[in-house]
């Protein structure tokens, strides 16, 4: 889905919660409406509220006697099973009241719908690789990481990652992306080898189903594509939809963050000279590597 409606569809699960908070408190009031005794001691209540509005009666006894009134209420109250409490609805969140704003702006509560509708929406598969929880030590390696993201943060400019099997490129990916939802932005995050098996059917499927697929992988701010190279090359599919996504997401000034176990060499033997330059154009692309040993071997 693109921002607007997952905007959208935030906002409804946000009104929801006060709607069914309304509903449970108006709920608990119209039970008690329909109990005689209640109603009786609500109507006395108020005749004796106006009188005292309007300064009908002394004002020490009115208070009096609303005070007797409103004791005998809470005791009734609790003889039907109720509270004070039930009476009024308890939203979900307190700062905004479910509504989704405060002063006009989106509230922490909308702002986390929307993250995780964002995170369901753009296949991210474990919320625990951040930048903030990463244990990276090589210093190189944290400079690259420094790099990438400030360039997800700013929303401009493409990453190609290289590097060998193990080295982090993964989790650095999944952290973008994880960032990205943070900030707000719709993003997609996909291996090389399933983004390949979604082309090849759209592709035998027929027009719709290309052009839907497609709009959904242009769409997004943010596209993650990982292990590139793991793919089966599809004549005349993976090479032909590769370029054309690669290159329709630069024209319209899309970020695509790219890893690869793959050398340039290989990419370039591996795919035609039209997807190499587009993926390794420095004009928009920033080609980084991240070194050392496989640490999946290494911590065991």
């Not at 905007?7 to 709920?27: C, S, T, Y």
């Not at 769409?219 to 290159?247: C, P, Q």
């Amino acid at each position: 889905m693109n921002k607007q409606q997952t905007l959208q569809n935030a906002k409804r699960i946000v009104e929801e919660r006060r709607f069914a908070a309304n509903e449970k408190a108006a709920i608990a009031r119209e039970t008690l409406r329909a109990n005689a005794e209640w109603a009786q001691l609500e109507k006395s209540l108020r005749a004796l509220q106006v009188d005292l509005a309007m300064g009908k009666a002394d004002d020490k006894n009115l208070q009096r006697e609303i005070a007797n009134l409103e004791k005998e209420q809470q005791k009734l109250l609790a003889r039907l099973g109720f509270s004070q409490s039930d009476l009024l609805p308890h939203y979900h969140c307190s700062l905004c009241n479910d509504t989704g704003y405060v002063d006009g702006k989106q509230c922490v509560c909308l702002k986390k719908e929307i993250r995780k509708l964002i995170v369901a929406d753009g296949n991210l598969v474990c919320e625990d690789f951040t930048f903030e929880r990463s244990t990276e030590t090589n210093e190189r390696n944290r400079a690259v990481y420094k790099k990438v993201k400030e360039l997800c943060q700013s929303g401009k400019g493409n990453v190609l990652l290289v590097g060998n099997v193990g080295a982090g490129k993964t989790y650095l990916l999944t952290a973008c992306a994880n960032l990205a939802a943070d900030l707000g932005k719709s993003v997609l995050f996909v291996t090389s080898f399933n983004l390949n098996n979604q082309l090849f059917h759209a592709h035998v499927d027929g027009l719709e189903t290309r052009e839907s697929l497609f709009d959904a992988l242009l769409d997004v701010d943010l596209l993650l594509i990982d292990d590139l190279g793991s793919e089966k090359v599809y004549k005349n599919i993976t090479g032909e939809y590769l370029f054309a996504l690669l290159n329709e997401r630069i024209l319209n000034r899309k970020q695509t963050f790219i890893s690869t176990n793959l050398t340039l060499q290989d990419i370039r033997e591996k795919y035609d000279e039209r997807i190499f330059s587009r993926l390794v154009d420095q004009n928009v692309t920033l080609l980084l590597q991240l070194v050392g040993e496989d640490k999946r071997i290494s911590k065991k």
